[in-house]
């Protein structure tokens, strides 16, 4: 185990100095291109910070984080023969800003996003309108910033960032945004029917959605409004049916979070990923279980109970846990290949601390072995 983890730290270390030097390559160029705006000015602040210690690797609560592969988009590693779970942090490097911060949060930039509550120009990865202007409150910057043209918030356009290359790596083909995404033929399903996502997706021919409208109804069930019905636990979708599946924040949602990547895992087609967004405590091991479900009780194990929003459940919805990265062991465990991106990318209007995506892939397919 030791050897395991003296191994990983050293490729984390590599990968580190090595995309820091295409970060900062990647950061001369896009300044080139983009002099006098005031994104470079920011850009310029950053760079000042370029240069990352080499013993931060076990910062964030001995949380190892390695930048991402630059303009190609995160890195993602295959299994290694022999190799329990694999898997590393990323953050997105493509962009003007994608430095990591040396002494935690908040960073140099996003110190100045907080001083001018804005962010321009910005482009959507999930409309594709490009010299947006976005603000922030500055309350939860990760539920803020709204595209206006879509609406898309920051976590949303993380979620799109981290779906895009999945499709590259599907279909061969470039999309810069999830706009584009709805024009090809892949299968999506997406455990929502409303919001941002849902309207741009719903165009493509693939598109498959549903809610979690009552316990009482059989996964499958079309209800009114033309509504399907589903528990992620157990879907009524055939086997190997899609090629992305996209959850916002639903795995916390449901009492038996490993039981719905089961079924996940059952309903993608191999090589076919899970790209999700779920809350997550990167400095616990741990999952914070605060309720569930024994012998059919729901127990709730931390008081009081938090209940989420949600437009078809106006008491809301029960949180039932809070993830540590104990879930990416055992998400591994199954057998999925995992990624787990920190996304950080100002030009998207993608921001803040808490930009953590999952990326989880059903190995098959024959793509995986694709950079
Ligand atoms: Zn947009």
Redesign the pocket.
């Known amino acids: 185990m030791a050897k395991y983890n003296e191994a990983k730290t050293r490729r984390l270390r590599l990968a580190r100095n090595a995309a820091v030097l295409a970060g900062a390559v990647l950061l001369l160029h896009t300044l080139a291109k983009r002099s006098g705006s005031g994104a470079a000015l920011w850009a310029g602040a950053l760079l000042a910070d370029a240069d990352v210690d080499d013993d931060s690797a076990a910062a964030y609560g001995g949380w190892g984080y390695a930048l991402g592969a630059g303009a190609g988009g995160p890195g993602r590693r295959p299994l290694q023969p022999g190799e329990l779970c694999g898997w590393e942090t990323a953050v997105d490097s493509s962009a003007f800003d994608g430095v990591v911060e040396k002494e935690g949060w908040p960073t140099r930039f996003e110190q100045l996003v907080a001083e001018s509550r804005a962010l321009k120009p910005v482009f959507?990865p999930?409309?594709?309108?490009s010299h947006?202007a976005i603000k922030f409150g500055g309350q939860n910057v990760r539920e803020e910033g709204r595209?206006p043209?879509?609406?898309?918030f920051n976590r949303l356009r993380q979620i799109a960032d981290a779906a895009l290359p999945e499709a590259r790596r599907m279909t061969g083909r470039d999309f810069k945004s999830l706009n584009e995404l709805a024009l090809t033929e892949l299968a999506i399903y997406n455990t929502q029917c409303a919001g941002v996502l849902h309207n741009i997706l719903q165009a493509a021919p693939g598109y498959v959605c549903s809610e979690f409208v009552s316990a009482e109804l059989e996964s499958g069930t079309v209800v009114k409004n033309n509504v399907r019905h589903e528990d992620l636990q157990r879907t009524s979708f055939k086997d190997n049916s899609f090629d992305l599946v996209l959850s916002t924040e639903m795995l916390s949602r449901v009492a038996s979070p490993y039981q719905a990547h089961h079924e996940v895992q059952r309903i993608l087609k191999p090589g076919g990923s899970h790209v999700f967004t779920a809350p997550f405590t990167p400095s616990e091991y741990h999952d914070g279980i605060r309720a569930s479900v024994e012998e059919g009780r729901l127990v709730h194990h931390i008081e009081p109970p938090i209940y989420t929003g949600d437009r078809l459940h106006p008491k809301g919805v029960l949180l039932f846990n809070i993830f540590g990265r104990e879930t990416v062991d055992k998400v591994c465990m199954m057998g999925f290949n995992v990624t787990v991106l920190r996304m950080h990318n100002g030009a998207h209007g993608i921001i803040g601390e808490n930009a953590w995506v999952f990326v989880t892939t059903k190995p098959g397919g024959g793509v995986l072995q694709q950079p």
């Open positions: 959507c999930v409309c594709g309108a947006q595209c043209k879509c609406s898309s």
